[in-house]
C-alpha cells in the first residue's frame, strides 16, 4: 500500500460512513452491525487545493490534474483484536502496510445506533485501539529479542540493540506508544524499527466524530479526546460524518453555503486530507501550461532532480537545471512570461529543494 493513511476504529463509530464520504462514492458498506468491512477498502483521493484554481484562472488549461492520498478502510477492531479475535491478526497486518492511523471516535449519542462497548465513551474506546495496536507491537518484539539475544554473544552491535529492545519492551509493557519512548530517535531504535514496523509507532491522527451540535462547540467526549490528543502530540480532527455524507454530490458553492450555515469554514473531510498528507511527510509543485495545470506530490524536502522524477524518471537521470517560479510571485504577476519580465523565474540546479507551491519546468537530456 505504500505511503497510506489507514481508518481504525471500533465497529459502529462512524469509520465506513467516513470512508464513504472521503471516495465521494459508496463504496465501503456502511451498516449497524460489527464487521461489516472485511476486507480492506483503498481509495485514492485527490487533495483540495485553491491555489491551483488560481493558477488556471490564469493559465486557463484544458484540465486540472490534482495531488492524491492513499486512503484504506480497515475492518472495525475489538478486544483481543491481538490474539486473532474478529479477524483481528488480518486487520492489524493491514495497519501494518500503512504510515499514518486515523483513529475514528465516536463522540455522540444516538440510540438508534448500537456501540460495541454498550456506551460511549471515547478514551475507554481508544484506549482498546491502542492497546491492541501496544499487545501486537509486544508479541511481534519478544520474539525479535530473542533472536537478538543470540546474535548478541557474537556481535556487539546487536547487543545494543538488544539492550534498547529490552527497554522498550518494558515501556511498552506499561501500556505505552513506541512513538513516546525516549529513544525513538536512536540509531538502535531506527534500525529496529524498520525490520518489524511497530504499530504504535505510527503518526496518529483522532477523527472526533461528533454530531451536528458538537461541530459548532465540543462537546463533553470531544473535549476529554482532545485532551488526550493533545498530551500524546497527535492531531484531533472534528467532523461529522453524517453531514460528510451530506455533503457528497453537492456543487462547491452549495457546499460552502451548507457549512457556513452550519458555522464551520472547512470541512472534516478536507482538514483529514490536508493534514493527513501533511503527516505523510508530503507536499506539492506545480506545472502549468495550457493542456494541464497539475499538481505534483513529492517527499518534503526533496531536491529538483528528485521533483523531476515524479513526471518521469528520465528527467532525473537527465537532469540538467530547473525553471523555478515561486507561487506568490507567479500570482501576482499574472503568469509566466510576466514574471520573467519582473525578474522572478531563477534557474535552480541540483541542490535546490523544492518548495512547496514552486511552479517548475525541467531542463533535462537523456
Excluded at 483481528?88 to 502496510?97: A, D, H, T, V
Excluded at 483522532?206 to 500524546?232: F, I, M, P, S
Excluded at 525553471?323 to 523565474?345: H, R, S
Amino acid at each position: 500500500m505504500g505511503l497510506a493513511i489507514g481508518l481504525v476504529g471500533l465497529p459502529n463509530v462512524g469509520k465506513s460512513t467516513t470512508f464513504n464520504a472521503l471516495t465521494k462514492a459508496q463504496n465501503a458498506e456502511a451498516a449497524n452491525y460489527p464487521f461489516c468491512t472485511i476486507e480492506p477498502n483503498k481509495a485514492v483521493v485527490p487533495v483540495p487545493d485553491k491555489r491551483l484554481h488560481e493558477l488556471a484562472k490564469i493559465v486557463n488549461p484544458e484540465r486540472i490534474q490534482y495531488s492524491t492520498i492513499d486512503f484504506v478502510d480497515i475492518a472495525g477492531l475489538v478486544k483481543g483484536a491481538s490474539k486473532g479475535e474478529g479477524l483481528g491478526n488480518k486487520f492489524l497486518s493491514n495497519i501494518r502496510e500503512t504510515e499514518v492511523i486515523l483513529q475514528i471516535v465516536r463522540c455522540f449519542e444516538d440510540e438508534n445506533i448500537v456501540h460495541n462497548e454498550g456506551n460511549i465513551d471515547p478514551l475507554r474506546d481508544v484506549e482498546i485501539i491502542e492497546g491492541e495496536l501496544i499487545l501486537a507491537d509486544i508479541e511481534v518484539l519478544a520474539n525479535r529479542i530473542e533472536r537478538l539475544k543470540k546474535q548478541a554473544k557474537a556481535d556487539k552491535s546487536a547487543k545494543a540493540v538488544l539492550e534498547m529492545a529490552e527497554e522498550l519492551l518494558e515501556f511498552l509493557g506499561e501500556g505505552n506508544l513506541a512513538r513516546n519512548f525516549e529513544k525513538a530517535d536512536s540509531e538502535e531504535y531506527r534500525q529496529l524499527n524498520n525490520e518489524v514496523r511497530f504499530l504504535t509507532d505510527k503518526e496518529i491522527m483522532y477523527g472526533a466524530n461528533t454530531d451536528e451540535d458538537g461541530l459548532l462547540e465540543d462537546n463533553e467526549y470531544v473535549k476529554a479526546l482532545r485532551e488526550h490528543a493533545q498530551k500524546n502530540n497527535c492531531e484531533l480532527i472534528k467532523l461529522c460524518a453524517k453531514v460528510e455524507e451530506e455533503l457528497i454530490g453537492l456543487e462547491e458553492d452549495e457546499a460552502k453555503e451548507f457549512l457556513d450555515d452550519l458555522g464551520v469554514e472547512e470541512s472534516g473531510l478536507e482538514q483529514i486530507i490536508h493534514k493527513g498528507f501533511d503527516k505523510l511527510g508530503l507536499m506539492s509543485y506545480f506545472t502549468a501550461g495550457v493542456k494541464e495545470v497539475r499538481s505534483w506530490t513529492i517527499r518534503k524536502n526533496s531536491t529538483a532532480p528528485k521533483a523531476a522524477a515524479a513526471i518521469h524518471n528520465d528527467f532525473e537521470k537527465g537532469f540538467i537545471r530547473a525553471e523555478v517560479i515561486a507561487y506568490e510571485d507567479f500570482i501576482f504577476c499574472g503568469g509566466e512570461a510576466k514574471a520573467k519580465e519582473a525578474g522572478k523565474m531563477r534557474l535552480e540546479g541540483k541542490e535546490y529543494i523544492v518548495q512547496d507551491g514552486d511552479i517548475m519546468h525541467f531542463r533535462f537530456n537523456v
